[in-house]
């Protein structure tokens, strides 16, 4: 039997090269590469999905909002509402006696709308007690006062409210920045002309 000197190779044992070790190395490199590119692709694009989202979302809710009060205004008066020295293109100020007692001072019945172009928000001020910004990041606020056939009117005739919201919405990989417009069209169901019609 013949011993081994400490030290000798034996052509019998098994393990790596030292070249097949760089190859492994050099798969797992561009392996671990790929995985790290496309995590951060999908957390980018993640991160504008949800600020798209948002927009949308924060332009619906004041659109909502906005619908429901103007909606409601002229209760318990004798006109719509609508507060004409207030009101315009891209504000409308409006009136209601919701608990109807002889002031219009509570809470919700006085509450007018303001686009602040300088900062892109829509806001809604309650004359009984402060003001609230609905939504940031807006574009345009265009509110358009009609009559029942369809006819541009005065805030001080109308019997139909248009609201419209512009939101610019980023761009995202393979889509162009766009444009989005939300639109309302509110029947002021307690003006002196509408109220006979319900």
């Known amino acids: 039997m013949e011993l081994l000197k400490k030290g000798s190779s034996n052509k019998f044992e098994r393990g790596f090269s030292l070249l097949e070790l760089t190859i492994a190395m050099a798969i797992s490199l561009a392996v671990l590469a790929a995985a790290s590119t496309l995590l951060a692709t999908s957390l980018r694009t993640?991160?504008?999905?949800?600020?798209r989202s948002e927009a949308l979302a924060s332009a619906q809710r004041t659109l909502n909002i906005m619908t429901r009060e103007?909606?409601?205004?002229?209760?318990?008066?004798?006109?719509?509402?609508?507060?004409?020295?207030?009101?315009?293109?891209?504000?409308?100020?409006?009136?209601?006696?919701?608990?109807?007692?002889t002031d219009l001072s509570d809470s919700d019945?006085?509450?007018?709308?303001?686009?602040?172009?300088a900062n892109g928000s829509v806001v809604r001020v309650d004359k009984a007690g402060g003001s609230v910004v609905l939504a940031s990041h807006i574009n345009g606020l265009a509110i358009r006062y009609f009559d029942m056939s369809g006819n541009d009117a005065t805030a001080a005739t109308a019997e139909r409210v248009n609201i419209?919201?512009?939101i610019d919405l980023p761009a995202l990989p393979g889509q162009p920045a766009s444009v989005v417009h939300l639109n309302s069209d509110v029947a002021l169901r307690n003006g002196p002309n509408t109220l006979p019609q319900f």
């Open 46 to 51: 993640r991160t504008r999905e949800n600020t």
């Open 109 to 117: 019945e006085d509450i007018h709308f303001v686009f602040q172009s």
């Open 164 to 166: 419209d919201v512009l």
């Open 70 to 101: 103007i909606g409601n205004s002229g209760y318990g008066l004798n006109d719509n509402g609508i507060v004409t020295a207030d009101s315009g293109v891209s504000s409308i100020r409006v009136r209601a006696n919701l608990n109807n007692d």
